[in-house]
Each structure stands twice: as C-alpha cells, then as structure tokens.
C-alpha cells in the first residue's frame, strides 16, 4: 500500500470546537503520553480501566530513585594534560568531549524509553529546556544532568541553588568574569528573568546588585563550586527593595520568598504539561499551593495528574510533540530497535531539537515552533519509510550553531530500524478491519480522525491478509497530522 503524507495543519481545541468524549483509555494515555513518554499497547489495554489516583501513585513510585547516567568519571578529566596542552591538543580533547556528548545523549534517550522513572526522566527533561545551558566539557553536561535528575520532584529551592552554582551553568552564563572591580550581569540577569521571576518583575538595579552578589561563584577544573574570595563583593547592596550585605545565597532566598517565582515557574510548567493557553484560575490555584509548600515539585504534578481539569477535553491532543518526545513516543509504541543508534542524534538535529545543545539560554521554543515545512515532511513520512526501506538518508539544516556541526558533518546519514508487531498482531489479528481500525486510533491518537479519512484508509487495504493489512493500517496511520499532537 502507498501513502502519501496529508497536509497538516495544526490548531488547538478551544470551548468553540465540537467537544469530545473522553473514555477511559484515551484519559490513561493522556496521562502516559504527559507524564512520560507515553506506553506500549498491551500495556494500555492491560490498564485502560486502572484508577488514575492509582497509576499515578504508581508513576511517582517507580521514580523515586534518581539514578545518574554516566559516561565518564572526574579521573577522565586529565585537567593537567589539557593545562599544558599546545592549542591543536587541546582542539583534539575538546572534540573528543563532543563526541562523549554525543554517548551521553543516547543514554539518556534510551532510558526515556524505559517504564521506571520515566516521570523522573520527562521532569529532567522539562527543567533541561528551563535552565538550559551548552557546554562543551562533557564532564560539566553530565554533572549538570544528574542534578536536573536529582532534584528533579524535589524542592524548586534546592533545585535553584544547585543548579545557580553548577559548572556550566556558571561557565555559559559568563559569571567567570563576574568581579567586583568589573561585574557581568549576564548570569544574575538569566537567574531572574528566565529561571524565577520573569520579566519585567526587577529593576536594572536589582540585576547590577544581584551581579555584585554573584561576584566570585566559580568553580574548579573538575566542577566542584568555589567563591573567589578576592573577587567578591562584600559590600551592601540592594535588592527587591531590601538592604544588606547580600551573598549569592541571600539573593536566591528573597527571588523565592517572591511568590512571582511560583506564579512563574507554575505557569511554566502548566503550559509544558497541561496546555499552552492558560487557564489563570487554576494557575494561581497551583502556584498558590507551591508556595506554600515550599516549592514542592512532586507535590505540584501530583495535583496536576489527579485533578479532573487535566482529563477535560480541551486539554487532550493539543500538545504538539517535541522531537525528543516524538521519537520516543514512536520508539516506546513500536518496541522500535536500531541496527546503530549514532543517527538518533543526526534525526534529533534534523527535527529541531538535539539533547544538550538548546539553541540558547531561553532553550526551546514549544508548540508550533516544532512544525515547519520541512521537519513536518519528515515527521510523517518517517514511520513508514523506516518499515517499507528499513532505512531512510536525511540531511540537516544549517542552524549556525559551531557546536554541532561534528554531528552535520556528514550530512547525509542512513538510519535503519527495526518494528516489532507482536503486540499489535496478538491484539488485532482476530479483528475485523473497521474494529481494528477503531482499537488502532484509540491508541495511536488522542484527537478524533475524520470519517472520510477511515474510509480512504480502510479501502486502502481491503484486499489485504490481516497481519499485512493491520502493519499497513498503522503506517498510514502514524503519518497523519493527528499521530503529531499528544
């Protein structure tokens, strides 16, 4: 069967659109698909009629553990050799430390793919894009990642504080060359306008004090933080309207007694999570309850994940998947293996969104940002060009960024896959066609498929054996606009 990729045109459901009735799988899946990475299909059927409050006790549990990812270790780090290294050896351990980026990056998309901890690992990912940040030093990425990870449904607080004193961090926001004799405003400018409050809830002088509170964070070769004694500013300084003789930690503190930060960061994650036209009510609600509970990042998303508003229709299917969601959504559904897993990276940069290179400090831009026309061509006529050639060459775009050009330099790259329909068989096979097509949307889709679009896809295959027919189906399925939004 061919078939061609439909023109898409995106929107998001609002009291004007036909409401839809949400049964009870679509609900599991809407949890799955937000709270992680969505789920297999014998998974779903096996659950579709699970109390939500109980899965998602089951989602928080299975990610208590923060467990790292690790490529390398400080002892790896040679910090003397790369010192006295002439300027081409030190060119040679800087590609070296991008191509170990590159590792890192697909250990941390397989275990996206995993079911335990997968809430932990879509929360680092969320605060990956919020406090984002580039390095070089695989070593610094990796540390950075793992506190992301740690503190991930721990308190904002503490998240704040480690992550305001993490190496590159400090390293991307220029705060090395923050002293008192000539202080930089970059990093203390970011904290407040793009990790805390937003903008236009400071003054330009509120930046200048903070900076000279921030005068000497650095840190040491191997990553650990350090305050340069000697480049500090001591002296008193104000800030919010306060008085003192404020450090870096003072600052920290007074951004978070500001309950700014939790209408921010709420309405932040509201938009990530539940649905990018905000409801005010509800946000004020939530940002309400996370300042009072000090910031508790778990206790927030468990409100959100068990509140009956979460579940209402307008706030299902219309969420356009990000790359990384996208492919590990696919790879999750389809058990989806690959021969070689390099070309993961090379496809996560032809979409438009590569692990550990956001294209600046404001990271990733949602929603429609993602669709263009060519990211969209690829997007739908991936699935099916995988199953039919079992490989597909791409190229990629040039985005300016130096950092990446190691994974462009050949642009074309060839990317085998590999399905497997077990599931889908054992489930559909005893189906007649208009069933199974119904039992494929359900799972595929979150959003309802036109009927004139059923009947072109179900003639499409009608002369077709059953196991052929259902793997025909699904492609055709997984190419159109609506497999796109979650």
Same mark, same amino acid.
């Given at each position: 069967m061919k078939h061609n990729a439909t023109k898409v045109k995106f929107f998001c459901k609002n009291s004007e659109n036909i409401m839809i009735s949400i049964n009870p799988q679509t609900k599991i899946q809407h949890l799955y698909l937000r709270a992680g990475f969505g789920e297999s299909l014998t998974f779903i059927e096996n659950n579709k009629k699970e109390n939500v409050e109980k899965l998602v006790s089951q989602l928080f549990k299975e990610s208590q553990e923060a467990k790292d990812i690790q490529i390398v270790d400080s002892n790896e780090l040679k910090i003397g050799r790369f010192l006295l290294a002439d300027k081409d050896e030190k060119k040679e351990m800087i590609k /070296? &430390?991008? !191509?170990?980026?590159? /590792?890192?990056?697909? +250990?941390?998309?397989?275990?996206?793919?995993?079911?335990?901890?997968?809430?932990r690992e879509k929360m680092t990912l969320f605060w990956h894009g919020h406090f984002a940040?580039?390095?070089?030093?695989?070593?610094?990425?990796?540390?950075?990642?793992?506190?992301?990870?740690?503190?991930?449904?721990?308190?904002?607080?503490?998240?704040?504080? !480690?992550? &305001?004193?993490? &190496?590159?961090?400090?390293?991307?926001?220029?705060?090395?060359?923050?002293?008192? @004799?000539?202080?930089?405003?970059?990093? !203390?400018?970011?904290?407040?306008?793009?990790?805390?409050?937003g903008r236009g809830h400071y003054t330009e002088q509120d930046i200048k004090n903070a900076a000279r509170a921030f005068t000497g964070w650095d840190f040491e070769m191997n990553g650990d933080f350090v305050l340069r004694r000697f480049r500090h500013d001591y002296g008193e300084k104000t800030f919010l309207g306060k008085v003192g003789k404020f450090e870096g930690e003072d600052i920290l503190n007074m951004i978070l007694e500001n309950k700014q930060t939790a209408k921010f960061i709420t309405t932040k994650i509201y938009k990530y999570f539940v649905n990018e036209m905000v409801n005010e009510e509800i946000v004020n609600q939530l940002a309400t309850s996370f300042y009072q509970s000090d910031y508790d990042i778990g206790k927030l998303m468990r409100e959100i994940f068990t509140s @009956?508003?979460?579940?209402?229709?307008?706030?299902?299917?219309v969420r356009i998947k990000s790359p990384i969601e996208y492919l590990t959504i696919l790879r999750k559904q389809f058990d989806l293996s690959f021969s070689d897993k390099e070309p993961l990276v090379f496809l996560q940069k032809v979409l438009g969104q590569m692990l550990f290179y956001p294209p600046n400090v404001a990271g990733w831009k949602e929603g429609k940002a993602w669709i263009d026309s060519t990211t969209i061509v690829i997007r739908t006529q991936l699935p099916e060009m995988l199953y039919r050639m079992g490989e597909i060459t791409l190229q990629a775009k040039e985005d300016g960024d130096v950092n990446t050009e190691f994974f462009a330099k050949n642009k074309l790259r060839t990317i085998k896959a590999t399905y497997d329909w077990k599931d889908f068989i054992t489930i559909l096979s005893k189906?007649?066609?208009? @069933? !199974?097509?119904?039992?494929?949307?359900?799972?595929?889709?979150?959003?309802?498929?036109?009927?004139?679009?059923?009947? +072109?896809?179900?003639q499409s295959i009608r002369n077709e054996d059953s196991e052929e027919g259902?793997?025909?189906?699904?492609?055709a399925m997984v190419s159109l606009p609506e497999y796109q939004v979650c």
């Open positions: /070296d &430390s991008i !191509a170990k980026i590159k /590792d890192l990056n697909l +250990i941390w998309l397989d275990r996206m793919t995993e079911r335990k901890g997968m809430l940040c580039q390095s070089v030093n695989v070593f610094f990425i990796q540390k950075q990642n793992n506190t992301l990870r740690k503190h991930a449904l721990g308190k904002f607080g503490d998240l704040l504080h !480690a992550i &305001s004193k993490d &190496s590159a961090m400090l390293q991307f926001l220029n705060n090395r060359q923050n002293r008192k @004799d000539r202080p930089n405003e970059n990093f !203390a400018r970011e904290v407040m306008e793009l990790f805390t409050l @009956d508003w979460f579940y209402e229709a307008q706030n299902i299917g189906e007649k066609q208009e @069933d !199974a097509f119904y039992k494929i949307a359900n799972y595929l889709f979150q959003v309802p498929v036109a009927e004139e679009t059923k009947k +072109i896809l179900l259902i793997k025909n189906l699904i492609m």
